[in-house]
């Protein structure tokens, strides 16, 4: 413990400079004399996709919520990247989307968010970090096994292995495990004495196979973003459409179950050409691709519930994907990742206060698993559509999966409602705002008059 009330302790360390990692370090920066983040990968470039990043070079939605967010953390950040060639564009507007067979209505919301790759988007965070004089990264070097005290139960830092080299001992009085779906702190704590948390898999068997494009076939399209949702049981596949940074275009085409991932530029448009709906194929038939095809494969939702262990290491705080990982399809990695910061800065101010922060791990996980709640539900809901989707289903799926497809059919024509979904999507409000008397009119009584 630091001797002086401005600090926690003297140094925190960050498993992983993903997004999770970076907000938590931003986060840590105000309470740690000294703040580290492990990086495996070496430096990139500011275009350039992270080895580390599998899902990197496919398309990504910054949630209003996480939006909001990283501008409290780094004030004018969405100007800087507005300026930088992020594209604002108004959500309901600009976006045509098809769901469940049916358009949603155009209107101007008022709600806006901004768009771009995520190497551009992590480049900016990252930037911003560096002018933090107490935040530091460490390239090369991967953690390999935690060091406690046995007798407190307290983490005590880290051996972490250097350019594939020896191992080094880092002390730290907090350590963040942001490392994603390749977390071990499960393997770690067994190593230790504990238990491994228990997980709960939903097994989805999802792909992405997506490509940059500097035009598409042509101007005379009447929307800023696409996206033809998949339609199951009729139609198990889908495609995106969305403006990033330079005036180009992230095409992502996915599917649920495929026999066959598109290789190929004519696999690419074979593929988009059996979609449900034209308009994806039409917009790229005669575009320009600028990239490679990148595939991604996402086999299972995973949720480790380290919120329900009795005995576990205080000082360690597992986030991000490596407490979660969530369907990509929904957009949500990125915003519960800032959701879970705004946790972590409200847990450390509380121990701040009290100057014993012996109970942060749990308390911060705990809430953790209350945010990742809503998130969860919504992806199952719609994941267990697909007949070939395994796992534990939600209590009332039946129920949930009839009438969250009411309200999407009444968004169609019911601005009120679909401003509603909106704000539930965005991670702004509560599913239970869906549920109001006049959102159940709307919908129960959807087509008649």
């Not at 990139?44 to 070079?57: A, I």
């Not at 771009?116 to 390999?144: D, T």
Request: charged fraction near 20%; hydrophobic fraction near 40%.
């Amino acid at each position: 413990m630091s001797t002086t009330s401005r600090f926690l302790g003297k140094r925190a360390v960050v498993i992983g400079g993903s997004i999770a990692g970076m907000l938590a370090a931003r986060i840590l920066s105000d309470f740690y004399a000294e703040v580290l983040i492990l990086e495996k990968d070496q430096k990139s470039k500011k275009d350039m996709t992270r080895t580390g990043v599998s899902q990197g070079s496919h398309g990504h939605a910054l949630l209003k919520s996480g939006e909001e967010i990283l501008t409290e953390l780094f004030p004018g950040i969405v100007e800087e990247l507005i300026a930088d060639g992020s594209v604002t564009s108004d959500f309901t507007s600009k976006l045509a989307w098809n769901h469940h067979g049916s358009w949603k209505m155009k209107y101007h919301s008022g709600v806006s968010i901004i768009q771009q790759s995520r190497p551009f988007l992590e480049w900016h965070i990252k930037r911003r970090l560096a002018m933090i004089p107490n935040v530091s990264f460490l390239y090369g070097q991967k953690a390999k096994k935690l060091q406690t005290h046995h007798e407190f139960a307290h983490v005590e830092g880290l051996e972490v292995q250097i350019d594939g080299g020896a191992l080094a001992p880092f002390k730290a009085d907090l350590v963040i495990d942001a490392s994603g779906a390749g977390s071990v702190t499960s393997s770690w704590l067994q190593s230790l004495g504990y238990d491994a948390p228990s997980k709960t898999e939903v097994k989805v068997d999802l792909f992405y196979a997506s490509r940059i494009y500097s035009s598409l076939s042509s101007e005379s399209y009447d929307w800023g973003n696409l996206l033809v949702y998949p339609n199951p049981p009729k139609q198990n596949y889908g495609g995106s459409i969305s403006p990033i940074e330079n005036q180009r275009w992230m095409v992502t085409l996915l599917g649920y179950a495929a026999e066959s991932v598109p290789q190929s530029g004519d696999e690419f448009l074979q593929f988009a050409r059996g979609l449900e709906h034209p308009e994806v194929y039409e917009a790229i038939k005669n575009g320009t691709p600028e990239s490679d095809i990148s595939i991604y494969r996402f086999p299972a939702l995973r949720r480790f519930h380290y919120d329900k262990l009795k005995h576990f290491p205080n000082g360690l705080i597992v986030m991000g994907d490596a407490f979660c990982r969530m369907d990509p399809v929904f957009g949500q990695g990125m915003s519960i990742a800032a959701l879970e910061a705004m946790v972590l800065k409200r847990e450390l101010q509380k121990a701040l206060q009290k100057q014993k922060p012996d109970q942060i791990s749990k308390n911060a996980h705990r809430s953790f698993s209350k945010i990742i709640d809503v998130p969860w539900l919504i992806a199952l809901t719609e994941d267990f559509r697909f007949t070939h989707t395994v796992g534990a289903k939600p209590f009332g799926l039946q129920i949930l999966k009839w009438y969250v497809k009411r309200v999407i059919l009444a968004c169609a024509a019911n601005q009120k409602v679909y401003g509603k979904l909106i704000n539930v999507l965005q991670l702004k409000v509560h599913p239970i705002s869906l549920f109001s008397i006049s959102t159940l009119k709307a919908v129960l009584f959807l087509g008649k008059r």
